[in-house]
Nanobody, 126 residues
Framework: QVKLVESGGGSVPAGGSLRLSCAAV???????MGWFREVPGKERERVAV??????YYADSVKGRFTISRDNAKNTVYLQMNSLNFEDTAVYYC??????????????????????WGQGTQVTVSS
């Protein structure tokens, strides 16, 4: 089991930026790791994930969000720029159940991720 601790959420005006961090304790080597978000009444949405040089982004954040990973620190980051009201959500960090590139492709689902952080709130004011 992997323990994940997110930080960096907060409130920003539309057009602003935030950087989320997720520090992992446990084995994440060769596993897809990244960010999901959830708003009340909607399904949890995959935002961005990374494994090595492979990344996946939701269409709604392409060109605005950048995911990166520091394997030495076992930490993944999400740089969020040009934030808009629709980005308001609780953001969760997660790690895939198993190693392999599959979990960082569009074919994977949230059910393929077994370890989750506690979530961090991001609020964008319009």
């Amino acid at each position: 089991q992997v323990k994940l601790v997110e930080s960096g959420g907060g409130s920003v005006p539309a057009g602003g930026s935030l950087r989320l961090s997720c520090a992992a304790v446990g084995d994440t080597l060769n596993k897809c790791m990244g960010w999901f978000r959830e708003v009340p009444g909607k399904e949890r949405e995959r935002v961005a994930v990374v494994r090595g040089d492979t990344t996946y982004y939701a269409d709604s954040v392409k060109g605005r969000f950048t995911i990166s990973r520091d394997n030495a620190k076992n930490t993944v980051y999400l740089q969020m720029n040009s934030l808009n009201f629709e980005d308001t959500a609780v953001y969760y960090c997660a790690v895939a159940k198993y190693g392999g590139i599959y979990y960082c492709t569009s074919s994977a689902s949230i059910w393929d991720f077994s370890d989750w952080g506690q979530g961090t709130q991001v609020t964008v004011s319009s």
